[in-house]
Structure formats: structure tokens, C-alpha cells
């Protein structure tokens, strides 16, 4: 095979490659390098680790010694630059963390290296997780996998762009209201934002913790599959993770669609029908019924109002999390004063970006006296009544499906200039962890420029199984596309 | 605008930022619109909702008292802009 | 105390330190005075991506708490956040709880039989300690993370006795049921109090202020005292009181203010996410109920009721819990209260017990046993209690080591009165003239002889009987 095909193999293919001993673990660590090489000035990665090398080595090893290796054994995988590897700066892409190196690794990131990953790099993304294009990053922008002109998408921009670049096998990202869906909708990518508590939070820095996850970013749905399994799990470091039981996704992954009760919600979809992709939606739920699933148009009263709740309570919470980084522990101090009033100020000051400094004023609005309860506290009632809805319907349908997002990636620059233009491209995606539910976005061809398009599909608490088999039937079966 | 440059002021000593005079109007300018468009949760018609599809742990969940190794002191203080005899170090502080 | 014309109106919260061996929200020991920052973990000094877990202790010491003050417990149990900068504080936010506290309502009713009502027991983290250097302030987060009860009265209190009298049942309640250690030099009980006065009889409240820094039961009585009159003195030159929170230093007996009410900070509470909400399952609630340790009221009911033990012992023994703990378990072993209470008080407490008792129960109540049984004589078995304080060997063993067991029979007395006879012939020819002196003589070599194990009265016949005799 050649080398140029050997970096586009997903999980799969790529571990029978090593296993066999057809390649070594480094020789496919440099396929990687010189693809991270090739497509540098797509600003994706901020670091490649140097140690990346002499791990591939150790893990060729113990495969040429026959030492039994794990399931992930020789493989490279990026990491946002929000989650903790011990001895690697983590910096969130933030000037604040610019110098802080983890003393801990994060659950999710060890678990990859327990299985034997190579982790060859950190990805770029917006700072503190806040923004959807990747633009918020304090080290520069990440560009579209498919084009210089359109954003990446954020805020795991980098981890979608080095999977979709074949930097590496597959990524992690983190989605707090969709930031591994929608990157891997704009990139072509499977990105998935798990139920709520499958995957570790410990060790990935807080942005808004009952909404955020870690979410596989993977090349094709099986491989998404095989990684969410050794993610996910209970952990004793985040007393928020779930004590069921992990299935073998994969194989529990069933064929096809027939007999599926799907369904659309009438309210989002309206807010779609103007948009010129529209119709590509259309097809493809004409394209589940002639597969043999039922789909409805169903009623979710309120919906609409999960965009500003999910506003309200992620900078709630941002606001409280992000108090740690005050130029006395980690962060950057910037101070001229020997008042430590004026060193907080000072230091937060010249360490956060605008959209962060927003947000977390946002933050401290909706939870001062005298507008907490308007504000958080009917957020939180909001929050349990569309959550509540959302399970409601997942008695009654297998999975809901809707876009992704209004279209194809934006051009960079189009949206930066106005926050609240940028925070209406988070409609579809807050709905998944407003509810906690699982979602992921599948790739369904293209839109008008050419530019790749996701399907989003959600489904009840812990049932990503059949969120998978749904998601593999279309990048199995679905042809369509106004693209091609 | 809604919400005027001494509210705008109050938020910001709340998260301990601070803006120069110019910045604060174009922050003043974005900040409304967020704000406004936070404003339909607060006039939104829902009725008390139940507990429903909350999750809540039960007590024999919680971890159990059982002491685990402590970090190296070099580590906890490793990445602190100013520390002395393993301590964080700030300005001296007036109560 | 001071001014007749006034009623004072205290509120007290009291923060104590939990005994549970690890912190609140993450395995890191609870331990005082170690090296700055070296009993710490990323939850500690609150690490980006560290994430607290709660400690199923200190849920159920807080619960516990809660049950030795007669509170309600709730059915639900919230953690908030409280947000504000201090160095101190790692997060920039204490964990802690205000909606929903785990423990609402409660009293304690002191002597006179007046009710102070408790308005809640939460439960949430201690902070870290700053050091002050000549130029800059050092942090140690070592004590970040311990758990904390807070309990906070109703304003209920009138005086400074009254507030002593409330703190000191309080402590014993939480040290009696093993909630906390309460060592207010370690910081493991600290006390604010919140005073207020009014015109006799007036049901409307004045301005309060809040005093922090009291770190002793002794500073508490005098700050509230040096309050009440400055307040009082304010009120009658005419000036208003200013809502404030002041500080109270001991060495010069004063407080000051420290910040105004226009200072205060708006802490944002929010229910914290990363803990979720506890259901406190009424099974936990009676099953910490049922394994309630008696509290020191409960034991002063029995000591006196059942044991019939008098007033002056009892106050004794429940002067410490670990006195009292022992003593019960003494009794659990052998059940002779008053024997056992004369045994600790006149022989146990002359040793330093505020640490531990110096002897086990079991070896303790075997010697008592065995001077109740006659197989050793009282005054033996005291010499026994120290030597087995000093050794903490095998009781049995000792005893025979010393020779004090076994009997002694008729004919090894008569063999040894024999030869004390035949040897003492100045005392034998004086016994006509003082035949008592002469015989307490004789049995006390007797005794001596046998290590006094000798039945006395059987030594005197047949001392009398051999002198007759000759």
C-alpha cells in the first residue's frame, strides 16, 4: 500500500497493519509527521510532541518481542489542547496558560496511552472551548481541512482539521454545545458528544461542566465505535461519570434501519426551511423511509429556547470555573502592584481573550444578586423541561435526527465581528447537552461550496449503539448529495 | 442600552477584568445584544417542571474515606509564576 | 453584665473540623501540621481539570451532627459554590451549601431549660492558611479541602454565659458522637458571633455587627462582653450602629472593624455541577442514628440513674469522652460500675490521659477482678495496675511472677509462725506483758512472708494458739 493511502486508513485497518508487523508503529509516525508537516500552515496542531517517536519505538517493542499490546497499540491520536498529558504544556489555547505544563494526565488521555497510543500532538482550538470557528484561538486560526478561506470550526477546529488532514488516525475533542459535532460536520469527519457522564472529565479543563463531554473525532463511524468504548467508563476522579456498564459498541451495532421510529423536530426544522440545504435534508429523511424506518414530524414546545439557556448556564458556570486562573498558581502574572487585588485584575485582564472576557461577564450577570433568578434559575427550569421533552420522545422514536448546522463552514472573518451571529450557529448542537444526551455528526455529502456537510443524530441516554448503526447505514448507503 | 457603563463596571470587578475607557464602549455595545438575547429565557412561559430526568447519587455511591497518595510538593507548585519553601507566593495581603 | 436597659441578641456560627481521615472532595489525608503544601492533590489547590469527589464520611458525620442537635434531615442534599477572590481559596469559589444544607432546624436546651434553636448544619470545605512574611504572603493549601460543619444558631442567645454554656454543650456533642475533634488551638472548632442589641423588651432588632477571630471560649465571653458595651455606649452618645464585620484581637481585649456591609461581596451561589444532588435515603439516616455513640447528657442520665454513681464521679468521668468511653467499656466487661469508677478516678486518673488511657480495658478490669474475688489482696492488686502500666505485660502472668496468687494453706502458715517463733525469742517472752503488739507483729511477717497472700484471721488463731502453747 502506499504511504499516501497507509495516513487515510481509519482504526481498524491501521492496527491490522501494525499487528501484522506489514508496518512498524514509527514508520507510520512519520507517514503522520510529514502530513502534520505538509499541512502546517493549516494552523491545526500548536504542538508536536517530541517524544512522539520514541514511543512509537518502545511500542514496535513489544510487538516484535510478542508482548501481549493493547487495543490501540502503535496508532496516533491528537489531543485538544484542553486535556492534561503529564510533562505537555496544556494551554487551552490561551496566552493565560501559555506556560503551564500538566503535572497529571487527564482519564481520557490515559486510557489511550494505556492501550498503547501514541499521542503526537495537541490541537489547536478556541480558548477555553468558547467559540465555533476556532477563530477565539490566542495562537491563530485553524483553516477548514477543504478550504483557506472557511473557518474549521471550533471549538475542537484542530482536532476535526488533523483527522480530516490524516495528521493522525483519530482525535479527541471536547463538546460543551457542540464543539466536536460541529468541526467534524464542516471537515467531513464522525465526531460524537457522548451521554453525559460516559467519558472521564478529569483532566480536561473545565469550560462548562454539566454540559461538556469528551468526544471521539474519527474518519469513519466504526472506528468512532471501537474508540468510544475504551473512552468511556466510570472513573473515581469525576463523580459525574455513569456506573453502567460499557457495550462493545461495534458489536452491538445492528444493519440497517428498518422498523427505526425516527423522527424530526417541527420547530428546529422550520428555522431551516429557508436555507438552501434544506432540501439535502429532506432527501435524506425520504432516504430513511425508503430503507424501511418510519419518520415523524414531531412537536417540541420550547425547543427554541435551549440556545439561550445553554448561553445562560455554560458562562454561569464558565464564569465560576475559570476563577482559578488568577495569576497566582498556573497563569501568567501580569502585575505592577503589590496589591493582589490588582494582580487578579491585572493578570486576568492581560491573560484572556475578548470572547472569554464576555462570557465570563455574561457569567457573573446571570448569577448576581438581583438577576439570579430570572436569568440561571429559570435557565435551569428551562433546561429540566426541554430535557425532560427530549426523553419524552425518546420513549416513543429510536433516534432524532437534524442538521448539524445551518450549512457549510462560514468564511473566516464572516462571523467573527458579531458574538451573537456566532452564537446562533450553536442552535442544533445545545440541544444534545442542554439534554445530555448522546449526538454525533455523520457526514452526508456536500453543500453548495463544496464543503462537506453533517447529519446530526440523537438518541436516548446511553443508547450511542444505535446511534452508530444509524449513523454507519448512511456512510454506508446514503449516495445523495446536491454536490455530486 | 440597557445596561449602562456602571453596570458594565460592576460585572467586571465581579470577574476581576478590567477595560480601558475605550474598550468599554465597544464591550458595553456587544455585551446588550448578548444580553438581549438572553432576555426571551427570562420571559419564557414554563410552569414548574418536575425532577424527572434528573440524575441524583445515592449516598452508598460517594467514594469511600480511604486516604490516597498525595501529589509531591515540587508538582503542586510547579507551574506557580512565584513560590518560596513550597509555598505559592503573592503580595502581602491586608485583612 | 452590663446595662439593664438593654437585651442583647447573639447568633452564633461555628465552624468545626470533621473527623474523617481523608478531605471532603478528594483522598488527600486530614491531618494537621505537615510541610506546606505537601498533603495536596489537584483538587486541593484546584488544578485545571481536577474535579472534587465527595467524601461518604463527611456526608454522614454532617448527618451525624445534624442527629445530636435534633435537626430535620433533608431528603435531598445540594452543594453550592460561593464565589469570590481570595488567595486563600484555590478555585476561587468555597464549596459549600446554602438552598438545600443537609441538616435544617435542631436546638440544644441549656440548663435553665431555655431552647437555642439551630437554623441549619452544612457541611462544606476548609479553606488554606496564609502566612504573612515581611513583604509578601505565603499560601499553604494543606488545610484546603477539610471538611467543615458549619452550625448556625437563631438568635437566641442573651448573654455571654449563655453563648458559653451553648458553644460547651455543643463541642461535647460533637466530640461525645465522634464528629469532630473540636481542638480550638488546631482551628478545629472556630466560633463568629453575630450581636445585636434593643431597648428592653422591644421586639424590633437593631443594627448587628459580625465578630470573627475568636479562638477560644475565653475570647468568645470577652468579645462578646466588650460588644454588647460598645454597642450600648454607641446607642447612648446618641450614634448609630453600623452594620460591619470586625475583627476581635485577643492581647488587646478590642475589636475593629473590618469591612462595612457596603463591602460585602455578592458570592453568586450556584449549585455546584460536578457533584450532582445526593438523595439522603432514610435507611442512612436511622442506620447513623442507631449507631449513635450516647451523648454526654445520655451518659451523666445513666452513670446516675442506673450505676447509682455519685454526682461528683460522674461529672468526672464525663469530663472526657475517652475517660467515659473507657469507663463504659470497662463496664461492658465487668459490670461493677462503682468499683470500676473508684479504680479509674482514684488510680487511672493520677496518669496523663488526654491522649489515652494507659492500660487496656481488658487488663484493667482483670486486676479489679481479681481483687474482687479475693484471689489478690486490694493493696496488691494496686501494686499489679502499676506495674502492668509500666510493662503492659500479661496480667496472670505478673501476678505469678510477683507471687501474689495462690493460696496459702493451714500447714505452710503453721510452718512459718513456727519459725518466726523459734527465731523472734524477745517477742515471744514479751507477749504476756503486751500480747496484741506481739501478735500484729507475727502476722505481719506472716504477710510479709507470703507476699500477703495469707488469710490474716487464720494467721492470727494459729499465732495465738502457738503462743499459748509454749
Known amino acids: 500500500m502506499e504511504d499516501k493511502e497507509i495516513v487515510k486508513l481509519g482504526i481498524l485497518e491501521t492496527l491490522e497493519l501494525i499487528k501484522s508487523q506489514t508496518i512498524t508503529s514509527e514508520y507510520l509516525t512519520r507517514l503522520y509527521l510529514s502530513q502534520i508537516e505538509k499541512y502546517n500552515y493549516k494552523n491545526a496542531l500548536l504542538e508536536v510532541f517530541d517524544d512522539a517517536i520514541t514511543r512509537a519505538k518502545e511500542i514496535d517493542e513489544k510487538i516484535k518481542s510478542g508482548q501481549k499490546v493493547g487495543k490501540l497499540a502503535g496508532l496516533c491520536f491528537v489531543i485538544k489542547d484542553n486535556m492534561l498529558y503529564k510533562g505537555k504544556k496544556a494551554t487551552c489555547a490561551s496566552k493565560f496558560l501559555e506556560n503551564f505544563v500538566s503535572p497529571y494526565t487527564a482519564t481520557a488521555v490515559q486510557k489511550l496511552l494505556d492501550e498503547d497510543a501514541v499521542i503526537i500532538g495537541r490541537a489547536n482550538m478556541d480558548e477555553f472551548a468558547m467559540g465555533g470557528s476556532n477563530e477565539n484561538s490566542a495562537y491563530g486560526n485553524c483553516k477548514n481541512a477543504f478550504s ?101 459498541y461495534l458489536d452491538s451495532m445492528s444493519n440497517g434501519v428498518k422498523g427505526m421510529k425516527l423522527c424530526y423536530c417541527k420547530q428546529l426544522i422550520e428555522k431551516y426551511k429557508d436555507s438552501k440545504y434544506y432540501s439535502k435534508f429532506y432527501d435524506v429523511i425520504n432516504f430513511f423511509v425508503e430503507n424501511g424506518a418510519t419518520v415523524d414530524e414531531i412537536d417540541i414546545k420550547n425547543i427554541e429556547l435551549a440556545l439561550p439557556t445553554y448561553y445562560i448556564i455554560a458562562t454561569a458556570e464558565a464564569t465560576s470555573n475559570l476563577g482559578r486562573f488568577d495569576g497566582v498558581k498556573y497563569t501568567t502574572r501580569t502585575c505592577s502592584s503589590s496589591d493582589i487585588k490588582k494582580l487578579y485584575v491585572e493578570s486576568r485582564t492581560a491573560g484572556f481573550g475578548d470572547e472569554v472576557k464576555r462570557r465570563i461577564m455574561l457569567g457573573n450577570y446571570v448569577l448576581s444578586s438581583g438577576y439570579f433568578d430570572a436569568y440561571y434559575n429559570k435557565a435551569k427550569k428551562v433546561q429540566q423541561y426541554i430535557s425532560n421533552s427530549l426523553n419524552k420522545v425518546f420513549d416513543d422514536y429510536d433516534a432524532m435526527i437534524m442538521p448539524v448546522a445551518y450549512g457549510e463552514a462560514f468564511k473566516i472573518g464572516e462571523k467573527s465581528k458579531d458574538p451573537v451571529s456566532m452564537y446562533l450557529e450553536d442552535m442544533f448542537t445545545v440541544i444534545a447537552n442542554i439534554a445530555g444526551v448522546p449526538a454525533m455528526s455523520v457526514p452526508y455529502g456536500f453543500g453548495v461550496n463544496n464543503l462537506p456537510l453533517g447529519l446530526q443524530i440523537l438518541t436516548k441516554n446511553l443508547c450511542e449503539s444505535k446511534m452508530y448503526t444509524i449513523a454507519n447505514f448512511v456512510e454506508e448507503n446514503y449516495k445523495g448529495g446536491m454536490h455530486d | ?62 467514594r469511600a474515606d480511604e486516604v490516597v497518595p498525595s501529589m509531591p510538593q515540587s508538582e503542586i507548585v510547579s507551574n506557580a509564576p512565584e513560590k518560596e519553601d513550597g509555598c505559592f507566593v503573592v503580595p502581602k495581603v491586608v485583612e | 453584665m452590663t446595662n439593664s436597659n438593654y437585651d442583647i441578641v447573639i447568633g452564633l456560627e461555628i465552624h468545626a473540623e470533621l473527623n474523617t481521615k481523608t478531605k471532603v472532595f478528594c483522598g488527600c489525608q486530614n491531618k494537621f501540621g505537615q510541610e506546606p503544601n505537601s498533603n495536596c492533590c489537584p483538587v486541593c489547590v484546584g488544578m485545571p481539570g481536577a474535579l472534587p469527589v465527595l467524601n461518604k464520611e463527611a456526608l454522614k458525620l454532617a448527618i451525624k451532627a445534624g442527629l445530636a442537635c435534633d435537626c430535620k434531615i433533608n431528603d435531598y442534599a445540594v452543594f453550592e459554590r460561593k464565589n469570590y477572590f481570595y488567595p486563600d481559596l484555590s478555585k476561587a469559589y468555597q464549596i459549600s451549601q446554602l438552598v438545600k444544607p443537609i441538616c435544617i432546624g435542631g436546638f440544644i436546651e441549656l440548663e435553665s431549660g431555655k431552647k437555642i434553636r439551630l437554623n441549619r448544619i452544612h457541611l462544606e ?56 475533634h473540636c481542638k480550638m488551638e488546631q482551628g478545629g472548632m472556630r466560633c463568629d458571633v453575630n450581636l445585636s442589641i434593643k431597648p428592653k423588651g422591644s421586639t424590633v432588632f437593631g443594627t448587628r455587627t459580625e465578630m470573627k477571630n475568636l479562638n477560644s471560649f475565653k475570647s468568645v465571653a470577652h468579645a462578646i462582653e466588650y460588644e454588647a458595651k ?75 440513674e442506673e450505676y447509682n454513681l455519685p454526682t461528683s464521679d460522674i461529672n468526672i468521668l464525663v469530663n472526657s469522652k475517652l475517660v467515659s468511653d473507657y469507663f463504659d467499656n470497662a463496664v461492658k466487661l465487668l459490670n461493677e460500675p462503682k468499683e470500676i469508677a473508684n479504680w479509674i478516678i482514684t488510680e487511672l486518673l493520677k ?120
Not at chain 3, 253 to 275: A, H, N, T, V, W
Not at chain 3, 352 to 359: A, H, Q, T, Y
Not at chain 3, 406 to 427: M, P, Q, R, W
Open chain 1, 148 to 248: 483557506d478561506e472557511h473557518v474549521s470550526g471550533g471549538s475542537s477546529g484542530g482536532s476535526a482539521v488533523a483527522v480530516a488532514c490524516n495528521m493522525c488516525v483519530a482525535s479527541l475533542g471536547s463538546d460543551t454545545g457542540g464543539s466536536v459535532r460541529q468541526p467534524s460536520s464542516f471537515n467531513g469527519v464522525c465526531g460524537v458528544k457522548p451521554t453525559y457522564g460516559r467519558i472521564s472529565r478529569f483532566g480536561i479543563v473545565a469550560f462548562a461542566s454539566s454540559l461538556e463531554q469528551v468526544g471521539p473525532i474519527t474518519k469513519n463511524v466504526k472506528d468512532n465505535a471501537y474508540l468510544l468504548e475504551i473512552l468511556a467508563g466510570f472513573d473515581i476522579h469525576d463523580q459525574t461519570t455513569r456506573r453502567e456498564e460499557v457495550p462493545n
Open chain 2, 1 to 62: 442600552m440597557k445596561i449602562d457603563f456602571e453596570e458594565i463596571k460592576r460585572l467586571e470587578k465581579l470577574s476581576a477584568l478590567s477595560s480601558s475607557e475605550e474598550k468599554l464602549k465597544s464591550l458595553a455595545e456587544d455585551f446588550n445584544k448578548i444580553a438581549e438575547f438572553v432576555e426571551q429565557v427570562k420571559n419564557a412561559d414554563i410552569e414548574q417542571t418536575d425532577i424527572g430526568y434528573q440524575r441524583v447519587l445515592k449516598i452508598d455511591e460517594l
Open chain 3, 125 to 180: 470545605e476548609d479553606a488554606g492558611k496564609l502566612t504573612h512574611q515581611l513583604n509578601d504572603t505565603h499560601i499553604d493549601y494543606n488545610r484546603g479541602g477539610v471538611p467543615l460543619i458549619e452550625c448556625v444558631t437563631e438568635p437566641d442567645i442573651s448573654s455571654a454565659d449563655e453563648a458559653l454554656e451553648f458553644l460547651q454543650k455543643l463541642r461535647n456533642r460533637f466530640i461525645f458522637a465522634d464528629i469532630a
Open chain 3, 230 to 304: 460598645r454597642q450600648i455606649e454607641e446607642i447612648e452618645k446618641g450614634n448609630k450602629i453600623i452594620q460591619e464585620t470586625r475583627k476581635w484581637d485577643d492581647d488587646s481585649g478590642i475589636s475593629s472593624s473590618m469591612r462595612s456591609k457596603e463591602d460585602s461581596q455578592d458570592y453568586r451561589y450556584f449549585p455546584d455541577p460536578d457533584l450532582l444532588t445526593i438523595e439522603v435515603e432514610p435507611s442512612v439516616v436511622e442506620s447513623i442514628r442507631s449507631n449513635m455513640p450516647l451523648l454526654q447528657e445520655q451518659r451523666i442520665q445513666i452513670y446516675s
Open chain 3, 351 to 470: 496518669q496523663d490521659v488526654s491522649e489515652k488511657m494507659p492500660i487496656s480495658e481488658q487488663k484493667f478490669t482483670q486486676i479489679i477482678n481479681l481483687s474482687l474475688t479475693k484471689k489478690i489482696t486490694r493493696s496488691n492488686a494496686k501494686i499489679l495496675l502499676e506495674n502492668i502500666i509500666q510493662t503492659n505485660a500479661d496480667v496472670m502472668e505478673t501476678a505469678k511472677q510477683l507471687e501474689m496468687l495462690g493460696d496459702i494453706s493451714k500447714e505452710d502458715i503453721e510452718s512459718i509462725v513456727i519459725n518466726l517463733i523459734s527465731e523472734n525469742e524477745k517477742a515471744v517472752a514479751d507477749y504476756e506483758k503486751t500480747p496484741d503488739k506481739v501478735v500484729q507483729f507475727f502476722i505481719g511477717n506472716v504477710m510479709k512472708q507470703t507476699k500477703g497472700r495469707a488469710n490474716a484471721a487464720m494467721a492470727r488463731d494459729i499465732i495465738i494458739a502457738k503462743l499459748q502453747n509454749k
